[in-house]
């Protein structure tokens, strides 16, 4: 599957990424699945020859996005 999230957890010695969605994030509320307001995302890897990394998630620039997409796309999806 896919996670549409931010998400970056270490379980013993293995770190497990995950990456928000570019297009339209979704949240879970009263245990359903709805469209979030969040801009779209996406992770940036560095690695490094020693073996280590960095990353982070940037965000489009909110001049860039609509919220009014994201409930376009709800509505759509009802």
Request: hydrophobic share 40%; net charge positive.
């Amino acid at each position: 599957g896919h996670v549409h999230h931010e998400f970056d957890r270490r379980r013993h010695n293995l770190r497990m990424l995950a990456t928000p969605s570019t297009c339209f994030q979704f949240s879970i509320r009263d245990g359903k699945h709805v469209v979030d307001n969040m801009a779209p995302g996406y992770r940036w890897i560095k690695l490094y020859q020693d073996g280590s990394m960095a990353t982070g998630v940037r965000r489009v620039q909110d001049a860039l996005w609509h919220p009014a997409l994201a409930a376009s796309a709800k509505a759509q999806a009802a």
